[in-house]
């Protein structure tokens, strides 16, 4: 039905930058809210960047100033463009995304998930 599938993910150094896309597939009518979540070990998943249709977006706080999300909606593709990474900052990241298909209702979606890690 719907497929998100994440990419950019992989090692950097502290203070480098990634680039994160996730691209959503499948027999999909609309995307509304699409989201960026991590989780780092043994510790919960945690909502990093969210943007909505229109192009509002939420961050929290520990990457405000760092991360931007944003989307492409003509290929159902939203990105994280992370700068100044930390080595907090290294968890899998997932991409969220609550999206109406042809044969079902609204619903959230998740991708499978790429490795993030920030060491020297």
């Known amino acids: 039905q719907v497929q998100l599938v994440e990419s950019g993910g992989g090692l950097v150094q502290p203070g480098g930058s990634l680039r994160l896309s996730c691209a959503a597939s499948?027999?999909?009518?609309?995307?509304?809210?699409m989201r960026w979540y991590r989780q780092a070990p043994g510790k919960q998943r945690e909502l990093v960047a969210s943007?909505?249709?229109?192009?509002?977006?939420n961050y929290a706080d520990s990457v405000k100033g760092r991360f931007t999300i944003s989307r492409d909606n003509a290929k159902n593709t939203v990105y994280l463009q992370m700068v100044s990474l930390k080595p907090d900052d290294t968890a899998v990241y997932y991409c969220?995304?609550?999206?109406?298909?042809?044969?079902?209702?609204?619903?959230?979606?998740w991708g499978q998930g790429t490795q993030v890690t920030v060491s020297s």
């Open positions: 499948g027999s999909i009518l609309s995307i509304n809210t």
């Open positions: 969220n995304a609550d999206i109406l298909i042809v044969t079902g209702p609204l619903r959230g979606y």
């Open positions: 943007i909505i249709s229109g192009g509002l977006t």
